[in-house]
């Protein structure tokens, strides 16, 4: 996933390095793993399950998950 367009009319894209649309998260089992070791190299690290990026204007959040360009999951913050 390289841009889309948020509900909102926003272009969001990560193409620029770093962003504040793509966001680095895992989860606490993911994490677990990563730090169940005696040392951590940077490298080392895997990228994390989903791809999450959120939206600088309306605070939506975008879950990706693999290839698919189709989130599989969207949060709105209610009005």
Do not use: F
Request: proline letters at 8%; a negative charge; aromatic letters at 10%.
């Amino acid at each position: 996933m390289a841009k889309m367009i948020c509900t909102c009319g926003t272009k969001l894209s990560n193409h620029e390095v770093p962003n504040d649309i793509e966001l680095v998260v895992y989860t606490d089992r993911e994490w677990e793993k990563i730090c169940d070791c005696d040392s951590i190299q940077p490298w080392m690290i895997p990228l994390p399950k989903y791809d999450v990026w959120r939206c600088p204007i309306c605070k939506s959040i975008y879950v990706y998950e693999g290839d698919n360009e189709t989130p599989v999951m969207i949060y709105r913050l209610e009005k």
